[in-house]
């Protein structure tokens, strides 16, 4: 089975700054990958997803990650954070043909400083 | 285009209630999913469904039950409440493709006292 981890449980930025979120997983082929941005009070989001192709991906509001198979990381990264990323963000990872294998990680939350 | 709509948003229950969680989609998706949240676990699946008339566990489902009479809706329902139970339920959907995206309600926080 397999497994997703996010090491940083809270992470806090100046706005502008760039952001990367970590995100390893564990699996035995290449999994389908995904971020998620949860707002305050709202369900999830998906920002982007990796499932076969090139290792960088781009995704909405700017972020973008990228697989490397090696270390079995999908690290997302924005260039300069804005004040309404502020935000849970959650990785996930899927094996297998159908989205019920989708395992998310325990997220992590991101304050931004004015 | 409403997506998937869970009622209600909020609910206080006593140990020992019972309640039924309502997730709508109108997506016209077939798989739909109920999860629950708790700090530090992310969301873990309690059941789900692949299409109308089917239902399926999911990692966390004791003390849950479900029905999906309507391919549209999906019931997820609590016999007898317990604090364990305290949580943020999600509700999503999506396609049955691995890769496809879930889109995810807005979710209901459940308080059992």
């Known amino acids: 089975a397999q497994s997703v981890t996010q090491p940083d449980i809270h992470i806090t930025v100046s706005e502008g700054a760039s952001l990367e979120l970590r995100c390893n997983y564990s699996?035995?082929?290449?999994?389908?990958l995904f971020w998620y941005v949860q707002s305050p009070g709202q369900g999830l989001q998906l920002l982007l997803k990796y499932f076969s192709g090139d290792t960088l991906v781009q995704g909405i509001k700017g972020f973008e990650a990228e697989f490397k198979r090696s270390q079995s990381s999908f690290n997302l990264r924005k260039p300069s954070v804005h004040w309404s990323d502020a935000a849970e963000y959650f990785c996930?990872?899927?094996?297998?043909?159908?989205?019920?294998?989708?395992?998310f990680g325990p997220g992590t939350s991101l304050s931004v400083i004015p | 285009n409403a997506g998937v709509t869970q009622t209600p948003k909020f609910r206080v229950l006593k140990t020992g209630q019972s309640m039924t969680l309502l997730c709508a989609q109108d997506m016209n998706h077939e798989y739909m999913y109920w999860y629950r949240q708790d700090p530090g676990m992310g969301l873990r699946l309690i059941h789900y469904?692949?299409?109308?008339?089917?239902?399926a566990k999911g990692e966390v489902p004791d003390g849950y039950n479900v029905s999906r009479l309507k391919k549209q809706n999906f019931l997820l329902g609590l016999e007898s409440a317990a604090p364990s139970q305290t949580s943020v339920y999600f509700c999503?959907?999506?396609?049955?493709?691995?890769?496809?995206?879930?889109?995810f309600g807005q979710g209901t926080r459940l308080t059992v006292v």
């Open positions: 999503a959907s999506s396609y049955p493709e691995g890769q496809a995206e879930a889109f």
């Open positions: 469904s692949v299409g109308e008339g089917t239902t």
């Open positions: 699996y035995g082929a290449t999994p389908y």
């Open positions: 996930a990872v899927g094996a297998g043909t159908s989205y019920d294998k989708v395992i």
